[in-house]
């Protein structure tokens, strides 16, 4: 962030007292807790950019252009073999990163949750609902889900968007349309 990690905590312990001294008494005032430095964050949510062969995951610069952020120093070691994972996969399947000043392409954000028993959760953010079905069939481990379903075991058919009759029972009422 362009400086050293204990002049932003002091620099934030002092605004929140200028901030609140007038509300608090200063007995009332603990030793600052703070957390690591980094590897921390097990959760990202990435703007998608750069190309079909090449895409980056980050975030938007000022010209609307993906800056890249998988070497990101924040994420904990699980999202960032992840991510790297993940870059791979995207090319491989094909999905065409959203391009915002021309309106095209497909694959809008990535949002990638990593749970401390190593398991991983990836959404795909799409311009278009068509798409999904598309991408869950060129990914064997992508499968289209019931939008409302908690069952990991229900499916929707891509066409109608209706639970399929294979897999109805899984499916509980409210999720079906």
């Not at 050293?4 to 030793?31: F, I, K, N």
């Amino acid at each position: 962030m362009g400086q050293p990690y204990a002049l932003q905590l002091r620099d934030l312990e002092r605004h929140v007292r200028e901030t609140l001294g007038g509300l608090v008494a200063e007995s009332a005032w603990q030793q600052t807790a703070f957390g690591p430095e980094s590897h921390f964050r097990n959760k990202a949510k990435l703007v998608v950019g750069g190309t079909r062969d090449e895409p980056t995951f980050g975030i938007l610069d000022g010209d609307q252009q993906g800056v890249d952020l998988r070497r990101c120093g924040l994420y904990e070691p699980g999202l960032h073999d992840a991510l790297q994972t993940l870059t791979e996969q995207v090319a491989r399947i094909g999905l065409v990163p959203y391009d915002v000043p021309r309106r095209t392409g497909e694959l809008k954000h990535l949002v990638v949750t990593h749970a401390p028993t190593g398991a991983l959760m990836v959404r795909f953010v799409l311009r278009s609902p068509g798409s999904s079905a598309a991408s869950g069939a060129r990914c064997p481990t992508c499968r289209p889900r019931c939008r409302r379903s908690r069952s990991s075991r229900s499916t929707c058919s891509p066409r109608t968007r209706r639970c399929s009759r294979a897999r109805r029972r899984s499916c509980s009422p409210s999720t079906r349309r």
